[in-house]
T-cell receptor, first 112, second 116 residues
């Protein structure tokens, strides 16, 4: 299995600012994923981050709003840019080997 | 095409009872079907998973039943305990050909409450 940590665990941010969320995996993985989970809702994939290439974004998510970095095989960041209250959510990163995929504890973001 | 439909939305079971959660999918490219358990304030935790080459997989009190022709799979929790109270998500992933993980498509979730 993989152990995944995220920073920060939660934050309260003002409208119009940006927040960068860090995701660290305890071993090397090729693919990392970023999901968003609205309170009480399911998980929605934002993008797939492959080391050494540009992230692949799902429909409804754009790079200007959610830029992603993947500098090495154990680390990734997701930035939520120019935030609005609609961006208030839980942001989760995940990674895995073959089929098994593991999740970090999430970053709870509140935008005021 | 990419949806995974999950039911029921919520489930209340007495301690010792059987909890059953169902999922259905359309995309025949899905090749891996995990279930995740999520407690409030935590990330989803991989509970049990199945691939289409078997019809059932059991791990302790948790069993996945898989019906490939009907494109349905379900989670059974035997002897349900209050500590099982959580939100359960089914998911599906397309097949992979290398060591890289693939993106998961999640069901809408089932909030399970096990009464003491």
């Amino acid at each position: 299995s993989a152990v995944i940590s995220q920073k920060p665990s939660r934050d309260i941010c003002q409208r119009g600012t940006s927040l960068t969320i860090q995701c660290q995996v305890d071993s090397q993985v090729t693919m990392m994923f970023w999901y968003r989970q609205q309170p009480g809702q399911s998980l929605t994939l934002i993008a797939t981050a492959n080391q050494g290439s540009e992230a692949t974004y799902e429909s409804g998510f754009v790079i200007d709003k959610f830029p992603i970095s993947r500098p090495n095989l154990t680390f990734s960041t997701l930035t939520v840019s120019n935030m609005s209250p609609e961006d208030s959510s839980i942001y989760l990163c995940s990674a895995g080997y073959w089929y098994e995929q593991y999740f970090g504890p999430g970053t709870r973001l509140t935008v005021t | 095409q990419q949806q995974v439909k999950q039911s029921p939305q919520s489930l209340i079971v007495q301690k010792g009872g059987i909890s059953i959660i169902n999922c259905a999918y359309e995309n025949t490219a899905f090749d891996y079907f995990p279930w995740y358990q999520q407690f409030p304030g935590k990330g989803p935790a991989l509970l049990i998973a199945i691939r289409p080459d078997v019809s059932e997989k059991k791990e302790g009190r948790f069993t996945i039943s898989f019906n490939k022709s009907a494109k349905q799979f379900s989670l059974h929790i035997m002897d349900s305990q209050p500590g099982d109270s959580a939100t359960y998500f089914c998911a599906a992933s397309p097949s992979i050909s290398s060591g890289s993980a693939r993106q998961l498509t999640f069901g809408s979730g089932t909030q399970l409450t096990v009464l003491p």
